[in-house]
């Protein structure tokens, strides 16, 4: 079974710029949620997509969107970019259900803006 | 939950012997506590969850230990291999959210 993709592995933006990341769930996978690793703040819940709604949301400001489609794929977007959003930006995938809680990460993708 | 910061906590252990990763949680609320594995240039890898109502559970070389009275967590390796050096995080969640809360990592590193 094929694992959790994202693409593109590597982006380089400036700062003001927009950035669009796709993440392709495992074959089955409902849930879709992405997540920001930092060094300095580790591992942070961004939203969460199930069935094409946003279900959760983290802890961040509104430039910070995203949407998922009815085969499930997701795609996250980053407006008006900040030299703090460099980031490995993770996504994961899961089953529905309110015990699935076994969440596949996909590789990421790195981030850097200048 | 914890933030990683610059610098992780760091396990130092040689090859064959078994190592200890330990995490702290603050949720007593949380149902389920899940480890996971986080190699050099990957995302985090699922390893083995605990429910709360549990004590100990095992997996394949590794067994993962629940203290609920000092929200203690741990994560025992037994055998460590060279393959095992990665960054470990615990997470803790409740069963109605689907948000994990991760907690800080510890860098395993295995010396053959």
């Known amino acids: 079974k094929a694992g959790v993709t994202q693409t593109p592995r590597y982006l380089i933006k400036t700062r003001g710029q927009q950035v669009t990341l796709s993440c392709s769930p495992i074959?089955?996978?409902?849930?879709v949620s992405w997540y920001q690793q930092t060094p300095g703040q580790g591992l942070q819940f961004l939203f969460e997509?199930?069935?094409?709604?946003?279900?959760n949301k983290g802890n961040f400001p509104g430039r910070f969107s995203g949407r998922q489609f009815s085969n499930s794929r997701s795609e996250m977007n980053v407006s008006t970019l900040e030299l703090g959003d460099s980031a490995l930006y993770l996504c994961?995938?899961?089953?529905?259900?309110?015990?699935?809680?076994?969440?596949?990460f996909g590789p990421g993708t790195r981030l850097t803006v200048t | 939950g914890e933030s990683v910061g610059l610098h992780l906590p760091t396990l130092s252990v040689q090859e064959g012997d078994n190592s200890i990763i330990n995490c702290a949680y603050s949720?007593?609320?949380?149902?389920?506590f899940i480890w996971y594995k986080q190699e050099s240039g990957k995302g985090p890898q699922f390893i083995i969850d605990?429910?709360?109502?549990?004590d100990k559970r095992q997996g394949q070389r590794v067994t993962v230990l629940l203290n609920k009275t000092v929200k203690h967590l741990s994560l025992q390796i037994a055998a460590t291999q060279p393959g095992d050096s990665a960054v470990y995080f615990c997470?803790?969640?409740?069963?109605?959210?689907?948000?994990?809360?991760f907690g800080r990592g510890t860098s395993l590193i295995v010396h053959p």
């Open positions: 994961a995938s899961s089953l529905a259900g309110a015990t699935s809680h076994e969440q596949y």
């Open positions: 074959s089955g996978h409902r849930s």
């Open positions: 997509y199930f069935s094409e709604t946003q279900r």
């Open positions: 949720n007593s609320a949380s149902d389920y």
């Open positions: 605990i429910r709360s109502n549990m």
């Open positions: 997470a803790e969640k409740r069963v109605r959210s689907y948000i994990p809360t």
